[in-house]
């Protein structure tokens, strides 16, 4: 099985998608315990889910990511780069910064979507090793957001 937590409406072939919203096929609280086995899980997909925790919670709920999740088995994690952000709110691209650091608040939205904290790139790789996750590599290369902004990791249990 695979899994596309944080899924929002986005339903990908292949993954099974687990998120609050009622489009998700598994309904569940990704703060929570996943109700799956240890180690049942071949692949985890995050997309820009990681922003919607705080800092203090996020180790926890990676924790139950990696219990699930079978030896070998890859986890792909698209977040926002803080630096990166910056340097577009700082540049020519405040709307992104701002939806970077915040998430997008045009109009009203479920608050538990909006951006919470925001990594950096060593600091979630030092958090992924601390996990028990290795060979993580980064891209920014088609990325399903803000390509000069987002980033994204990969990495083996």
Known sequence: MR???????????GFV??????EAELHHDLRKPLPFEDNSIEEILAIHVVE??????????????YRVLKVGGKITIEFTSLTDTINLYLGDDKQHGHWGLFGNQEEPIDPIVLHHYVYEKDELKELMEKTGFYDIKFSNEDINHVNNRDWRLVAIK
């Open 3 to 13: 899994l596309n937590l944080g899924c929002g409406n986005q339903k990908i072939d």
């Open 17 to 22: 998608g687990v998120d609050l919203c009622p």
């Open 52 to 65: 919607s925790f705080y800092r203090w919670e996020f180790p926890s709920i990676l924790t139950d990511w």
